[in-house]
């Protein structure tokens, strides 16, 4: 089973901007689509952005378009999410997890697995 280290949180001013990173240990790590996450206090953890294996493709919720981006670069294992444009409603723990594959949405989190710990994004007003 693949499993994931995320890290690249911290506390950053409105405006701001921060790059996570996932590193991925197990199996391939190519094979997988990759999906980002964040979860505030009190809320459902809620789908951020995804990637396809080639990194050919990417989704995004509606919340982060155009101020997100999800990349990956499979020769080192790791996907990445660089946050441009940080608002106090992007404050949460931000997870990444591999994408199996099957019927259910691709949003839908019970589709991935391999979640790592989390890393806490705290964006000030």
């Known amino acids: 089973q693949v499993q994931m280290v995320e890290s690249g949180g911290r506390l950053v001013q409105a405006g701001g901007s921060l790059r996570l990173s996932c590193v991925a240990s197990g199996r391939t790590f190519s094979n997988y689509a990759m999906g980002w996450f964040r979860q505030a206090p009190g809320k459902e953890r809620e789908f951020v952005a995804s990637?396809?294996?080639?990194?050919?493709?990417?989704f995004y919720d509606d919340s982060v378009k155009g101020r997100f981006t999800i990349s990956r670069d499979n020769a080192k294992n790791t996907a990445y999410l660089q946050m441009n444009s940080l608002k106090p409603e992007d404050t949460a723990v931000y997870y990444c997890?591999?994408?199996?594959?099957?019927?259910?949405?691709?949003?839908?989190?019970?589709?991935?697995?391999?979640w790592g710990q989390g890393t806490q994004v705290t964006v000030s007003s």
């Open positions: 990637i396809t294996w080639t990194g050919g493709r990417t």
């Open positions: 997890a591999a994408d199996r594959g099957g019927t259910l949405y691709y949003t839908d989190r019970r589709r991935y697995e391999g």
